[in-house]
């Protein structure tokens, strides 16, 4: 059992840039702005020789209606409920204010240790606020400056003993290997790895249901979802298990059309979505089936397919269509005519809110991660170039016919396919997407990208002749 710390405090005070100084790496957005933590972001953390799961967590506000701040409290209040320790952040800046006595009176009640951190604490700065900072009722307060590093070394002593008896019950940690934020290391490309897990990336326009169809899997309300469009703002990874699987599904914040993204915020939550699309091995497009498919949906499926990621497509909201043969047959004309790099890509109907289609989306995730990792004999490709260029010819190039002499498949994720031919720039476009097509349909790769390398072939009597004369 590995021991939690919960980040806890009002907004604006530091959280998050806490909780990337404990994580090593910048994890969690963040801005001046209050309020930018929406979901609980957890993450592997390390304070010297301590190791632990830190939780990041939205801005405590005493609102307990419907709203979205009354529903990010939740979030809150659960994440201190599954911790083993809880470290309340004030602003050193700000000095001790109503809400913080409020929420420090809240935290007393609580069984686990709390732990109060002055933030913003620079140099000389916060000193007459960690002195105020002892009728919280929280025990003597740290004064660190989580931007600069400083103070740690007072953090470690204050959290060492608190999180002593979960820390002694565990097996000595290793170091992690360096990662990309929120998402796995990819396995090695010459096979799938089945101990590690795999990445699963939800990306689609703003509230389009990706946190619903989350939260449906993994049987928790893990992620904040409303009406409100834009909710969800930083990648969220969740580590989780279906058929015996590990998996690590990353939810992510909606991605609208470039040109009309103009707020700094929204800029870094795109950078965020961009970032777990790289590094994710599935990425399910997730599609809004009360709308069109819209131009933004293209854009966003052409990008994962030229990162080389393996594409399933979610058809969200089914539950409330009524002519979904018509509606189903409309979005597979759509990717046949405009989306012909992926052919045979899953689609797949589906609702969060009933379940309906769950166990079909995780049959093609399975599905289409296999074929992403598919390796084809060489001696198997060559034989299928003879026949596919005697089925049909490659073409003449002043007056001599291409030939077509090697191919063998170099990668996985995405399939690499290198191609030896006489004048690989004469090649035509076209004959290259009969390659491929014809891969994709004989050696069942269908769904993920397949990239074909064309390499001239050495003339095997080139130099014969000179060394003859």
């Not at 030229?306 to 509606?327: F, H, N, P, T, Y």
């Not at 064309?454 to 014969?464: G, Y």
Request: hydrophobic share 40%.
């Amino acid at each position: 059992m590995t021991a939690r710390i919960a980040i806890v405090g009002r907004p604006n005070v530091g959280k998050s840039t806490l909780f990337n100084r404990l994580a090593g790496r910048k994890l969690a957005i963040v801005d001046d702005l209050p309020g930018v933590t929406r979901d609980r972001r957890e993450a592997e953390g390390r304070l010297g020789p301590l190791h632990f799961t830190v939780v990041d967590t939205a801005g405590l506000e005493d609102i307990r209606d419907e709203s979205l701040e009354a529903r990010m409290r939740a979030q809150t209040e659960q994440a201190v409920g599954d911790a083993d320790a809880v470290l309340m952040v004030i602003d050193g800046r700000v000095g001790v204010t109503p809400m913080d006595r409020h929420f420090a009176a809240w935290l007393r009640r609580e069984t686990r240790p709390v732990i109060l951190v002055v933030n913003k604490c620079e140099g000389r700065a916060g000193a007459s606020a960690t002195g105020e900072a002892y009728a919280l009722g929280l025990g003597e307060p740290v004064a660190v400056s989580a931007e600069h590093g400083e103070g740690m070394a007072e953090l470690y002593d204050r959290l060492a003993p608190a999180l002593a008896p979960i820390l002694a019950a565990e097996p000595e940690a290793e170091d992690a290997e360096d990662a990309e934020p929120g998402v796995a290391p990819l396995p090695v490309e010459s096979e799938d790895r089945p101990d590690l897990p795999i990445s699963i990336a939800f990306i689609g326009r703003p509230n389009v249901g990706k946190s619903t169809l989350a939260n449906r899997l993994i049987g928790e309300d893990r992620m904040l979802t409303g009406p409100e469009a834009g909710i969800t703002r930083d990648a969220i990874s969740v580590d989780w298990e279906y058929r015996g699987r590990r998996l690590k599904l990353v939810d992510t914040a909606g991605l609208r059309r470039r040109a009309n993204i103009v707020e700094r915020l929204e800029k870094l939550a795109t950078e965020d979505t961009d970032r777990a699309m790289r590094f994710a091995q599935v990425v399910v497009l997730v599609l809004d089936a009360t709308q069109l498919m819209e131009k933004q949906d293209l854009t966003i499926a052409r990008r994962v397919t030229e990162e080389g990621r393996a594409l399933v497509i979610a058809i969200s909201k089914w539950d409330l269509i009524e002519d979904r043969q018509a509606v189903l047959q409309g979005f597979r004309d759509r990717l046949e005519t405009s989306l012909q790099q992926v052919k045979g890509v899953e689609l797949v109907p589906l609702s969060g809110e009933t379940g309906h289609g769950i166990p079909r989306l995780m049959d093609a995730i399975f599905r289409t991660f296999e074929a992403w990792n598919r390796k084809v004999p060489t001696h198997a490709l060559n034989r299928w170039l003879k026949a596919m260029s005697e089925r049909h010819p490659p073409p003449m190039v002043q007056g001599r016919r291409l030939r077509l002499r090697y191919l063998t498949q170099t990668k996985i994720r995405p399939p690499t396919f290198q191609l030896f031919l006489s004048r690989p720039d004469a090649l035509p476009d076209d004959y290259g997407r009969y390659i491929v097509n014809g891969l994709r349909e004989d050696f069942k790769i269908p769904s993920v990208p397949i990239r074909l390398v064309l390499r001239k072939s050495d003339n095997p009597f080139a130099d014969k002749g000179k060394n003859e004369d």
